[in-house]
């Protein structure tokens, strides 16, 4: 095999690598917001029912400082009713003593529905903390590992590119010119092995001549279908 076919089958192998680790660096953003949606979904969800709990709290502690309030009154009113002089401001009295003692007993059955309230609320809202800390260290974990992939690859496709400079200049310039050319129109692929007379980039079967001047890599050759740069590789059956 020429050794201009051999360099571009190396630079074929460092561009596909390369090709990768930027594809994965590019996507690692979008990964990320990925996670970012679904971490936040739970938050939201958590938040809602950690905020349901909070308002049936803060219901709960006005009802009750509303009753203590009223109970306070009752107290005083009943103390003062020795000091009254008339049967009617005496009947007035009562009056009001009962409506706030009605008011205390229907503050209390609304303490009580919101007990229960609450009591629900507590336990839905320990399910889905629970849930929370869970996506949470879900989410930490896979956006740590996300972005040290990135890291690791951004440092690994530094070296790549080295190697690939390096590679360049022992490429001569028409195969190398050729070759960039295919690549950037065939997806990434310009260097594709022959294999059993099939071409191994678009699997079309490719003229015996042809796939004899492969065999014997005494020059590049090309895909007739394709148009991708060839080489010979022995089918192992």
């Known amino acids: 095999m020429i050794e201009a076919l051999i360099l571009l089958k190396e630079m074929q192998f460092l561009d596909s690598k390369i090709i990768r680790i930027k594809t994965l660096i590019e996507n690692t953003p979008a990964v990320v917001n990925g996670y970012d949606r679904s971490?936040?979904?739970?938050?939201?969800e958590?938040?809602?029912?950690?905020?349901?709990?909070?308002?049936?709290?803060?219901?709960?502690?006005?009802?009750?400082?509303?009753?203590?309030?009223?109970?306070?009154?009752?107290k005083k009113l009943r103390a003062k009713s020795s000091d009254i002089k008339t049967n009617k401001e005496y009947q007035l009295h009562l009056k009001e003593v009962e409506q706030l003692e009605k008011e205390v007993r229907l503050i209390e059955d609304d303490i009580l529905i919101v007990m229960e309230q609450i009591e629900e609320f507590e336990k839905t809202s320990t399910a889905v903390n629970k849930k929370f800390e869970i996506e949470q260290s879900k989410y930490n974990e896979a956006v740590s590992a996300a972005k040290k992939e990135q890291s690791e690859g951004e440092k690994e496709l530094d070296e790549l590119l080295k190697q690939r400079s390096e590679l360049a200049k022992h490429i001569p310039k028409e195969p190398y010119n050729k070759y960039m050319h295919i690549l950037e129109r065939k997806n990434a692929l310009a260097v594709v092995a022959a294999k059993a007379e099939l071409c191994q980039g678009c699997f079309l079967n490719m003229p015996p001549q042809l796939y004899a001047e492969v065999m014997k890599g005494e020059k590049i050759n090309t895909c007739p279908q394709c148009g991708r740069i060839l080489y010979y590789e022995p089918d192992p059956h």
């Open 46 to 74: 958590r938040q809602k029912k950690n905020a349901d709990l909070d308002k049936a709290l803060r219901q709960k502690r006005e009802f009750e400082l509303s009753a203590s309030e009223k109970s306070e009154k009752i």
């Open 39 to 44: 971490f936040k979904d739970s938050q939201e």
